[in-house]
């Protein structure tokens, strides 16, 4: 009876041990299939890093704001009671310059005494170099019929608002002390250019000016200088 007692119990013993050699077999599979589903770059312990889900906000129904470029910073502007110098006159003066082209110029009145002798005009410019108003500049000289009478270079200025021009002498510019022979004139909208001859000495014939001579003035607010 013993016999038999002890040979049960060496089964039991057999079939427990056999039963726990399967479940080492079983983890052993297990934790073969895993570490190659995971790979070996999968972090210790077996867990798997997630990517966040993306916000129900960041859908198509609520799109981003369009980007915008920065607004250029703000700059002083000139002020409009007194706009840069232009070089077009108004169309006032426009006007008025037409009034005063219109007035012959053996008319002016350019106070030259020639002791009875024509005037003879060499050059003329028209503009608005004289405050911004209807200006006429007239370079004129005596006609003596012989040798080179010097010029007379006249400054006039329409004095009516209306109407005919009324010119009138505002400046002398060049007087026949200074014996110079003004034949170009050019007039910009603040200034004016007279091109001509003049003597280098007293000694120099009056048939032959030897001198180029350019002369320049701007308008100063005042006169031109």
Do not use: K, N
Request: proline share 11%.
């Amino acid at each position: 009876m013993r016999t038999v007692l002890a040979l049960l119990g060496e089964v039991e013993q057999a079939r427990r041990t056999g039963i726990l050699a399967v479940l080492v077999v079983v983890a052993a599979l297990l934790a073969l299939v895993v570490w190659q589903q995971l790979g070996p770059s999968a972090p210790q312990g077996g867990i798997v890093p997630v990517a966040p889900a993306a916000s129900p906000l960041a859908s198509s129904a609520y799109p981003s704001p369009p980007a915008t470029s920065p607004s250029p910073r703000p700059t002083r502007t000139a002020s409009p009671s007194a706009p840069p110098p232009t070089s077009r006159p108004s169309p006032l003066a426009s006007a008025r310059l037409a009034a005063l082209r219109a007035v012959p110029v053996a008319s002016l009145s350019l106070g030259m005494d020639c002791a009875g002798q024509p005037v003879a005009v060499d050059a003329t410019a028209y503009g608005t170099f004289w405050a911004g108003r209807a200006s006429v500049a007239v370079s004129a000289h005596c006609d003596a019929g012989a040798g080179s009478p010097p010029s007379v270079l006249t400054v006039l200025v329409d004095s009516a608002a209306q109407g005919p021009a009324r010119p009138v002498t505002t400046q002398v510019l060049v007087s026949e002390r200074e014996d110079l022979l003004i034949d170009r004139l050019s007039a910009t909208a603040r200034g004016l250019t007279a091109t001509g001859l003049g003597f280098s000495g007293s000694d120099i014939p009056r048939c032959c000016p030897d001198t180029d001579v350019r002369r320049t003035w701007r308008w100063d607010g005042a006169r031109l200088a």
